[in-house]
């Protein structure tokens, strides 16, 4: 019997160790570390949102159902956190006090919550109370920190895309985007505009990477959404590098730079699969034929484009083809809102997500570095 206690002990230790180590990695560590708890938290608790989420067909149920998601799931984490814990210092308590589960419930949870209405006697027992009480008061002022640092990443991100609905409409479209900058003959200050886009991107990046539940932190217009915003930058600098006939953009190309490195840093987290050294020529999700029509509207609205429609083409898919997978896997996963050459082919669910194992990172897949220009 005393073996069986002293196991029991070392199981609730080592319970407790490792649900405070996972808080650690969550909240404090400042960089994308997979933790197995987060995923048997969240991974269940996603699968059940989206398939709720699918009970319906209109997107005004999937946004209110997705929107629940980021909040629920930080608080079923915390709630975790401290379950785990109560139950770790329970067996702890059982095998060192040789006294039954109900009693050792009792104070493993008047330790844990710093209630004090249940007393023990000797010094390890204290000690331990001690040390469950200081883990408990630990994993609440991670929570208090956790917030405040996560909603201010997420207004950082929220004020692009907010204001891209002035330049873009709603939903965010990069042919709006350009005609509206043409019409208001701001083309050569398209460059300051892909600056301060390739800044948000690595914001995004930094942010979304360390905490992950932003990824599904929706944003208070049900028809905004940073995949739909970051898809719309990257297609509107492609399009401008590619077939507007304007003086060299290199804005343009570090601002695609940025956005599909970004992304790419974000579907790893989630194990999304795509080519990490994609070529041109390789497929992509937008048509020539929807390219063309494309082309058509943006000359009839008055802009300059170039003349070789095909060599335009080909720059365009060389561009598309380093963040085409990742963006339509990134506006599945999320159920972002409908949006042309983004979500409305991906979503609402036509297909499945391409999530295998969340947190597993894939050896041998580092994000690509393709060149300055659309390689041939």
């Known amino acids: 019997m005393l073996g069986v206690r002293i196991a029991v002990v070392a199981a609730g230790l080592l319970l407790a160790g490792w649900t405070a180590l ?195 932190l929706r944003s208070p217009q049900p028809d905004r959404h940073w995949v739909v915003a970051a898809g719309t930058v990257l297609d509107a600098a492609a399009l401008t590098d590619s077939t507007l006939d304007l003086p060299a953009q290199p804005q343009a190309r570090l601002a695609i730079r940025a956005g599909f490195v970004a992304l790419r840093r974000i579907a790893d987290f989630f194990d999304i699969a795509y080519d990490p050294e994609p070529r041109q020529g390789d497929p992509v999700s937008i048509t020539r034929a929807e390219f063309d029509e494309a082309c058509a509207r943006l000359e009839e609205a008055g802009l300059p484009l170039r003349a070789d429609r095909d060599r335009a083409w080909l720059d365009f898919a060389g561009w598309r083809v380093n963040y085409d997978a990742v963006l339509l896997a990134l506006a599945d996963l999320t159920m972002a809102p409908y949006a042309a050459w983004v979500s409305d082919r991906s979503t609402p669910s036509h297909r499945p997500v391409r999530v295998r194992r969340w947190g597993r990172r894939r050896e041998g897949t580092p994000a690509g570095e393709p060149e300055e220009t659309p390689r041939p």
Do not use: C, K, N
């Open 22 to 216: 996972s808080a650690v990695r969550t909240v404090i560590l400042p960089r994308s570390v997979p933790s197995l708890l987060d995923r048997l938290v969240m991974q269940p608790l996603l699968a059940t949102m989206r398939a709720v989420a699918r009970l319906r067909g209109s997107f005004a149920w999937r946004d209110r159902v997705m929107a629940m998601y980021g909040p629920l799931s930080m608080v079923a984490l915390v709630v975790t956190w401290l379950v785990l814990v109560l139950v770790g210092f329970m067996a702890v308590f059982w095998g060192v006090e040789q006294q039954g589960w109900a009693d050792a419930f009792h104070e493993s949870g008047s330790s844990l919550l710093t209630l004090g209405f249940a007393s023990v006697d000797g010094t390890v027992l204290r000690a331990l109370s001690f040390v469950e009480a200081t883990l408990g008061f630990g994993l609440l002022a991670l929570l208090i920190t956790y917030l405040p640092t996560l909603y201010a990443s997420f207004q950082r991100r929220e004020r692009l895309v907010a204001l891209l609905e002035v330049r873009a409409g709603t939903p965010a479209s990069a042919l709006v985007m350009l005609e509206r900058t043409h019409r208001i003959e701001w083309l050569d200050r398209l460059g300051d505009l892909f600056s301060e886009w390739e800044g948000w991107f690595a914001d995004v990046e930094e942010s979304h990477t360390t905490f992950p539940v932003l990824s599904f």
